[in-house]
């Protein structure tokens, strides 16, 4: 018997990707360059550009709900 998986609402995704970079941030503080906290607002800004872009085109595009 198949399982059906959830879908994961966006804005968990959105979360786990903010943490990434979070995890990215914490890693490269101890390394031979950091990033400065430009370099880290610009991944965040990154981050939620691009889901706020696929927010966008989950508007015009609306889902078929599945038969």
Known sequence: MATVIEPRPLADLEMD???AVEAAWERRAHGVRPWTTAEYLDAVARVHAR?????????????????
């Open 51 to 67: 889901y706020e872009a696929f927010r966008q085109w989950q508007r015009i595009h609306p889902q078929k709900a599945a038969s």
């Open 17 to 19: 990707s903010l943490l």
